[in-house]
């Protein structure tokens, strides 16, 4: 039997991270798929992560998903950038290269495979609402673009990052920015996406009722309890048909970011299957 301490080195770095279900999701794939790993939840401070990067490095760690806060840290200490993570200056996938370290975004990708694949969402020509403006958000913008999405309205509660992010990404298609408080100014839409922490701090997004277009998709990027309170709003509007946590956008983005390290992207649907039942 192999000893685990040999087995190449992953991790997903953030905090907090003891409620992540990374390490499971990946070592359902590795066992799908033989592949040899040991992948571990690491606690890390923001002020502590360029630092504890390089430790990791050396104690052998090959690749690392970031989540928040650490997503923007993590571009700005990487050597190279994808497309996807430079256009959104935030990485939650780093991969070992000899010269240092590469980031990429596998937020959108996942985010897009769920909804299209797993939710039967269609993209294209749709008018969507993105709640937040921090790293998470930045991550699925370029994605939702090359799905053909007609605009993008992004709205945050201090909205000089909503001006920033739109400003930043403003190559991948049309975005305007407001603030929370103005939503109800800015008409409906098909697609309403939550990538805010706010829930998991006890806030109320205090959303308009009046936002959902008949027939709209809401989508929160958290998963578990943390998606409840959008979820739940989403549901007194009664216009929404499609309501769904984040799940199936962690799996997915997971198996882009195994496919990176691994060069083979594993099947998501058992382990989905498996997590959605408990």
Known sequence: MPDPA??????????????????????RFADALGVALRYEALDVAPEEFAARLESLHHQGLRGANVTLPLKERAARLCRELSPAARLS?????????????????????????????????????????????????RGVVPALFEEGIAELVVANRTPERAAALAEDLSDCGPIQSCALASLAEIGRFGILLNATSASRHGEDLALPQSLPAPGAVAYDLSYGAAAEPFLAWAARTHATVVASDGLGMLVEQAAEAFQRWHGIRPDTAPVLRELRAG
């Open 89 to 137: 200056s935030a990485v939650n996938t780093l991969v070992r290269r000899e010269d240092g370290w590469f980031g990429d975004n596998t937020d959108g990708v996942g985010l897009c495979c769920d909804l299209r694949d797993n939710l039967g969402v269609e993209l294209a020509g749709k008018r969507v609402l993105l709640i937040g403006a921090g790293g998470a958000a």
């Open 6 to 27: 040999s087995e190449p080195r992953y991790a997903v770095l953030g905090q907090p991270v003891a409620h992540s279900l990374s390490p499971r999701i990946h070592q």
